[in-house]
Every structure is written in structure tokens, then in C-alpha cells.
């Protein structure tokens, strides 16, 4: 049965791509590849995880010393954190025992801090005068507020 009308010139029509769809197709995946693949670098995901992984582990610190009400205390190494926390009561700030933490961190290199080691205190704040900023290579700094132990992101 043959087609007339409208749909016989829509079926006509629909037979493949104009050669500037094909051009423009071309152009945005250009761009796209400019952009994207630049982001696709091993080393940034590493760096990436390990500033996520920082935070994460600062944030847990603060956390427990709040929920335990307990000191803990954050060393900050070249390749991640080292936490532990003073079991003692009342707490005297010695942290003797290491913390348990939800899952091993992976670490990775190039993290510095403002200060080399502080504490979180009961109340959720640090033992420092100023906030705490931790730097981590090609990566955006983390922050640590003095008062309320914030760790911004």
C-alpha cells in the first residue's frame, strides 16, 4: 500500500545526515577531547583521592573526638594522616592508642600541613590558635577551623 501525504515526504526525507550535522558533530567532539581528556590523568585521580581521603579521615577525627568525648590527635606525614586518640579519664592529651578506622587508608605523597601535629578536642575543636591548612600537590588546600574543627572541603 502506497504512502501519500504527509508521511510519504517525512519518509523521503529521513535518509542519512547532512554533511554540516556531520561537520558540527565533528567540531563538539573536537572540543570535548580538548577538554576531557586533559581530566583523564592517572595521577590527578590519585591526587584527587587522596585529598578526598584526607578530608574523609579529618572529618572522622573530629567526629570521634566529639562522640568518645575524647582528645585525638592528627599527625600529618608527607604520604597521609596518622590518627590516634587518648583513652585516659579524664583526657591528658598523651594520645597513646591508635585510632580504629572504619577502613585503611591508600596515602599517597606530597601532603603538607601549617602545622605538623594538633589535636581535636572534646568539644570538637583544636588545640590551635589559627586554622589548620593542609596542602596537598596540584590540589585545592583543606582547611581546618581553630574554634569549631570544620573541615572545609
Given at each position: 500500500m502506497?504512502m501519500?501525504g504527509y508521511?510519504?515526504?517525512?519518509v523521503h526525507h529521513?535518509?542519512?545526515f547532512t554533511?554540516?550535522?556531520?561537520?558540527?558533530?565533528?567540531?563538539?567532539v573536537?572540543?570535548?577531547a580538548v577538554?576531557?581528556l586533559p581530566a583523564?590523568?592517572?595521577?590527578d585521580f590519585?591526587?584527587?583521592?587522596?585529598?578526598?581521603?584526607?578530608?574523609?579521615?579529618?572529618?572522622?577525627a573530629q567526629?570521634?573526638a566529639?562522640?568518645q568525648?575524647?582528645v585525638?590527635?592528627v599527625?600529618?606525614q608527607?604520604?597521609g594522616?596518622?590518627?590516634?586518640?587518648?583513652?585516659?579519664t579524664?583526657?591528658?592529651g598523651?594520645?597513646?592508642?591508635p585510632?580504629?578506622?572504619?577502613?585503611?587508608p591508600?596515602g599517597?605523597?606530597?601532603?603538607?600541613a601549617s602545622?605538623?601535629n594538633f589535636?581535636?578536642t572534646?568539644?570538637?575543636s583544636?588545640?590551635?590558635?589559627?586554622n589548620?591548612?593542609?596542602?596537598l600537590?596540584?590540589?585545592t588546600?583543606i582547611t581546618?577551623?581553630a574554634?569549631s574543627?570544620?573541615?572545609?572541603d
Amino acid at each position: 500500500m502506497p504512502m501519500h501525504g504527509y508521511w510519504a515526504r517525512r519518509v523521503h526525507h529521513a535518509r542519512g545526515f547532512t554533511l554540516i550535522e556531520l561537520v558540527m558533530v565533528m567540531v563538539l567532539v573536537g572540543v570535548l577531547a580538548v577538554f576531557v581528556l586533559p581530566a583523564l590523568n592517572p595521577e590527578d585521580f590519585k591526587a584527587r583521592g587522596m585529598r578526598d581521603e584526607t578530608t574523609a579521615l579529618l572529618r572522622y577525627a573530629q567526629k570521634t573526638a566529639v562522640a568518645q568525648r575524647r582528645v585525638v590527635c592528627v599527625a600529618v606525614q608527607s604520604t597521609g594522616l596518622v590518627l590516634s586518640i587518648d583513652n585516659s579519664t579524664p583526657p591528658t592529651g598523651a594520645c597513646s592508642s591508635p585510632l580504629n578506622l572504619p577502613q585503611t587508608p591508600k596515602g599517597g605523597q606530597g601532603l603538607s600541613a601549617s602545622v605538623s601535629n594538633f589535636m581535636f578536642t572534646p568539644m570538637g575543636s583544636t588545640n590551635q590558635s589559627s586554622n589548620i591548612t593542609l596542602n596537598l600537590t596540584g590540589q585545592t588546600p583543606i582547611t581546618v577551623e581553630a574554634s569549631s574543627g570544620y573541615v572545609h572541603d
